[in-house]
């Protein structure tokens, strides 16, 4: 890990424990803490620290936090104080939010959309919204992250909606398909082991069976199979396919 992370890494947690008032907060924050960085060693990536929210200690409060904004644009803004209801929309202002972000991914408004979406699921975490509509967020911000090639913002993205799917199986419609494409992300950065652990619990039908295939043809440098794999496998996975031959290509 790079100096300069660690050291944010450092500071991030210093102000999520400089927060808490009691031990049930600190003990919360501890959990949260220990599960990020869990997921960064298990998807060997790295985070940005100064962008990512302190843990919400507002779950341990009677009275949740509701948003007051009417604004279906905001950009992202890392929070060092106490969030104002204010400054955050709510769920329908947030349902606004995502038609106008589907309207500019349209027109590859790359940059825009990331930030936009930041700011969205800012606002879901910040008033622990646990959904349907959550689950479509994560699940929109995942495909622009690979469209974009945008994949520290993927790991991210990946890691909250497994956990969404693990919690809510009501919600899992699209688990297949975003599954799919972390077989693929996997297999791009390497991650043998985690790998053989998504394997292990994973079917071989639909688009995640042409991925897994495609997964099993690299590991075993089978090229002309990887080929003919590659041609059956449709957008955004198409991406992360392109970049692994591409890498396959320069080894």
């Known amino acids: 890990m790079k100096q300069e992370n660690s050291e944010e890494m450092a500071e991030y947690i210093d102000r999520a424990y400089k927060q808490c008032t009691t031990e049930q907060e600190r003990d919360y924050v501890e959990k ?10 298990k998807n060997k990536t790295t985070l940005n620290w100064k962008a990512l929210p302190l843990p919400l200690l507002r779950k341990h409060k009677a009275t949740p936090l509701v948003g007051r904004s009417t604004k279906t644009e905001k950009s992202y803004f890392r929070l060092t104080t106490e969030p104002d209801p204010k400054d955050i929309r709510p ?6 939010a995502m038609k106008n972000i589907e309207k ?15 700011a969205v699921r800012q606002d879901i975490t910040l008033q622990n919204i646990e959904n349907a509509f959550a689950v479509y967020v994560y699940e929109t911000n995942i495909r622009v992250a690979i469209e974009c090639d945008e994949l520290d913002q993927y790991a991210q993205c990946y890691s909250c909606l497994e956990s969404f799917y693990s919690s809510f199986p009501q919600y899992t419609q699209n688990k297949e398909e975003f599954v799919s494409y972390h077989l693929l992300y996997l297999a791009l950065i390497h991650n043998t082991a985690e790998l053989n652990r998504v394997f292990r619990k994973t079917t071989r039908a639909g688009p995640l069976g042409k991925a897994a295939e495609f997964v099993v043809a690299t590991l075993q440098a089978n090229t002309n199979r990887q080929a003919k794999l590659a041609l059956q496998i449709e957008n955004p996975a198409k991406y992360l396919v392109a970049k692994i031959m591409t890498a396959e290509r320069e080894i």
Not at 32 to 41: Q, V
């Open 104 to 118: 500019h991914r349209k027109k590859k408004n790359y940059n825009y959309v990331l930030d936009q979406l930041r």
């Open 91 to 96: 769920l329908p202002v947030l349902k606004l």
């Open 32 to 41: 949260k803490i220990t599960k990020i960085l869990k997921t960064l060693a």
